[in-house]
């Protein structure tokens, strides 16, 4: 402050700068030091309440007992207790009792997305539209079957899909285009090859497949590999899936999640990928 | 040397004023003279608007409280209107018509909020009421605090801080009020069993209202405040505020034998001005920060003219422009209260606009992004949509779901009678499929349209998209 600027006459430090700039010694005003004092008062109170100081092993507790993770635990408890009335049910009914009644069925719907990001996604992506040689579930083509059941099996048991490659005999190239090019027309059984290399033993004599052994409709608009190209079919026919014998073999391996995941989270799953695409 | 002159007569200008600067940062209690007079009464008649905030709870309408801030259940009812989250744009729009009013008011005539509106100004002017009345006068006041604690001043300082106290916690109450029912909040601070965030608010208020309206007064708007410092800029030369005439009054001199000495201005120095001042400041010296423009030192000076035979208005509201004798622009023709007034119309035409066109219930369509379509084994392509009806009024509906805009499309999950839950948001899944060969491109508009059944003003319709593969 300039020396001209001193109504109440504090006392200076005795510093002066720049001829006339000297700094003032007053209080600060009152309502400022109250602050400061409650400020410091609280810390102290604060500390005796809630755990704070280091001590010999450890920190002291507080008096008020409060723990992070306690807070934590009570936290999760009482989200529990909310979902309570829904999970209890859920263990003493079958999957399809829990897609039939409506209000377990949403909540299933919202509760198990966590469960299927967990578990299904990483393969079957975030909203279950597949990835790249492995299946969309959003869709109505089942391999095996849509119905809860079966989707319930398919979860505790995986699949492995078998193919043997070029059917399991010898087929020559120029086999392998004409069939490859009846199926890409969506007509498998227009090639006389369908029933002479025994494709309808799984895939059925109309090629409309067999959900028993997980053999896909040949006729319909949706592929388990690739795009549907002539190229894509003929990659297939080469050299089957999972065939041993082969090794550039389609892999169709789903792991079973019975030996990771208790009966009730399997079903969630099963009902939330019912509801995902409107069976 | 020179130089060294030079740069000693600049540090001076620098600090010219610096000698009138005379802030009181809380060393000194203010001890306001009051005066009767016309801007004591407009004041009085402002403050008691402030009557609705502790008047307002108990009115009624139909079965609720007329106007309930419902925050545990995300409604605000005001009369006949209730508001939902969804509508926050309205309360954007409300925010902002009150921004620009405090604005434009400001730029017209001055700290008029903080003069006549403000709760610290009404309930410091209301607590030192209090005070006149109890311990008298200015002087007497100042006599009292001086003195020695005896049996008298006890009894007149704990009678004083227990009627502030109570202010204070019927302030809180009051507004505690406001986000209950007003009888069973009432009822459960007789029986003690409010809640506590009742508690809470009721004991922070009760200790801000008595700290600041008793003990900090006029420091709350030298140094908490951030409006009083915003509205400072916002004056111009031609905003007229309670000023000084300084052409009329200096030089001031001190009446001699009951009469102005030849020569001299009209301020007779009588000090009138500075003793009525609630935050302590001398007008004389102009325009400054600490002045709420309460207009009170307008009253003083009038009744000290009017004594001495001279006119009224040396203090007066008046502009810059004004007192410097350069012709006044008149209120239309600056730019500044234009511009305020243009923003003002829009805001009240947005806050009409959504008041009338408020609908008793509104459809919100969220496209599925993952994936955005599904081809099915038919070759038709299939969009997922999560449809959230919410309602509004105050009964449970039913209503129906139609989706239009694309040829062949069929819906499943929405079809027959859907409820819809009073006062919340009910969604349902809703699959469109059609065929390929009905999309012309990407992605085609389609509507979703709900219809309340028997209820045919309830309507609402939303445009979202179905999205395909590239034909």
Redesign the interface.
């Known amino acids: 402050m300039?020396e001209?600027?001193n109504?109440y006459g504090a006392p200076t430090t005795g510093h002066v700068w720049?001829?006339?700039l000297a700094e003032l010694a007053n209080q600060p005003?009152?309502?400022w030091m109250i602050g400061l004092h409650a400020s410091w008062i609280l810390v102290v109170l604060y500390g005796i309440a809630y755990p704070m100081w280091p001590w010999f092993g450890g920190a002291t507790t507080g008096l008020m007992g409060w723990t992070q993770i306690g807070e934590y635990k009570q936290d999760v408890a009482a989200i529990q207790s909310v979902r309570a009335k829904y999970e209890d049910q859920l263990p003493g009914m079958s999957a399809s009792a829990i897609l039939a009644d409506s209000e377990l069925s949403e909540y299933v719907?919202r509760s198990a997305k966590v469960l299927f990001g967990d578990n299904c996604a990483a393969c079957h992506?975030?909203?279950g539209?597949g990835n790249p040689g492995y299946p969309?579930l959003?869709?109505?083509?089942w391999l095996y079957g849509g119905d809860i059941d079966t989707i319930v099996m398919t979860v505790t048991n995986g699949r492995t899909g078998m193919m043997p490659a070029k059917a399991g005999v010898a087929m020559t190239d120029a086999e392998i285009d004409q069939l490859a090019n009846a199926i890409a027309q969506g007509q498998p059984t227009s090639s006389p090859l369908f029933m002479e290399k025994a494709c309808f033993a799984c895939h059925g004599m109309d090629g409309k497949g067999m959900h028993a052994l997980g053999a896909p409709?040949l006729t319909?608009?949706?592929w388990r590999f690739g795009d549907g190209s002539v190229e894509a079919i003929k990659y297939t026919i080469t050299h089957g899936v999972n065939d041993p014998s082969d090794p550039q073999s389609r892999n169709a391996v789903m792991p079973k999640f019975g030996e990771r995941l208790n009966e009730t989270d399997i079903k969630k799953l099963a009902v939330y990928v019912s509801?995902l695409?409107?069976n | 040397m020179n130089d060294q002159v030079d740069?000693?007569a600049h540090?001076?200008d620098?600090?010219a004023e610096?000698?009138y600067?005379?802030v009181n940062?809380?060393?000194e209690t203010i001890h306001a003279k009051r005066m009767p007079g016309r801007f004591r009464n407009v004041k009085w008649a402002a403050a008691a608007v402030w009557l609705v905030f502790f008047v307002g709870p108990y009115l009624r309408w139909g079965e609720r409280q007329a106007v309930l801030f419902d925050i545990p259940g995300r409604q605000f009812h005001i009369f006949g209107i209730t508001i939902l989250p969804q509508d926050v744009w309205m309360l954007s729009l409300t925010l902002l018509f009150f921004a620009i009013l405090l604005a434009v008011v400001t730029s017209i005539a001055g700290r008029v909020f903080c003069g006549y509106f403000c709760f610290q100004t009404v309930w410091t002017d209301i607590f030192t009421w209090i005070e006149d009345k109890l311990e008298g006068g200015p002087q007497k006041r100042r006599k009292l605090d001086e003195a020695p604690w005896d049996f008298t001043k006890i009894r007149i300082k704990v009678v004083k801080h227990v009627i502030w106290i109570a202010i204070g916690m019927l302030t809180g109450i009051s507004f505690t009020l406001w986000f209950g029912d007003a009888f069973e909040m009432w009822k459960g601070f007789l029986t003690l069993s409010a809640s506590s965030v009742a508690w809470g608010s009721v004991a922070v208020f009760t200790f801000f209202t008595y700290l600041f309206a008793g003990h900090?007064r006029e420091?709350v708007c030298f140094?908490l405040c951030p409006y009083a410092r915003i509205q400072g800029v916002m004056y111009d030369k031609e905003t007229i505020l309670p000023a000084y005439d300084y052409n009329r009054g200096e030089p001031r001199g001190k009446l001699k034998k009951g009469q102005i000495e030849e020569g001299k201005g009209d301020c007779i120095e009588c000090g009138q001005c500075v003793a009525v001042c609630p935050t302590g400041i001398d007008i004389r010296h102009g325009q400054q920060e600490g002045c709420i423009t309460c207009a009170l030192c307008l009253d003083a000076c009038d009744a000290v003219m009017e004594k001495i035979g001279r006119p009224t208005g040396l203090i007066r509201y008046a502009s810059m422009d004004e007192l410097e004798g350069k012709p006044a622009l008149k209120m239309f023709q600056r730019p500044r209260v234009l511009v305020y007034l243009t923003i003002l119309t829009l805001a009240m035409s947005g806050i009409l606009y959504g008041l009338f066109n408020l609908s008793g219930i509104e459809v919100k369509v969220l496209h599925?992004?993952?994936?955005l379509y599904?081809?099915?084994?038919?070759?038709s392509i299939?969009n997922?949509y999560s449809v959230k009806i919410l309602n509004k009024t105050a009964q449970d509906q039913q209503v129906r779901l139609s989706v239009a805009g694309l040829p062949e499309l069929t819906v499943?999950?929405g079809e027959g009678s859907l409820a819809a839950h009073k006062g919340r948001i009910t969604s349902y899944?809703v699959?469109v499929r059609v065929p390929r060969a009905s999309l012309k491109t990407e992605s085609t508009p389609i509507t979703f349209h709900v219809e309340a059944e028997g209820e045919e003003e309830l309507v609402s319709t939303y445009t979202s998209m179905f999205i395909g593969p590239r034909p």
């Open positions: 300039s001209q600027n109504p720049d001829d006339n005003p009152k309502w719907v992506g975030g909203g539209q969309n959003v869709d109505d083509d409709n319909d608009s949706i509801k695409g409107a | 740069k000693q540090a001076d620098l600090y610096s000698h600067w005379h940062t809380g060393n900090m420091q140094w599925e992004r993952q994936p599904v081809l099915q084994s038919d070759g299939q997922k499943s999950g899944t699959f």
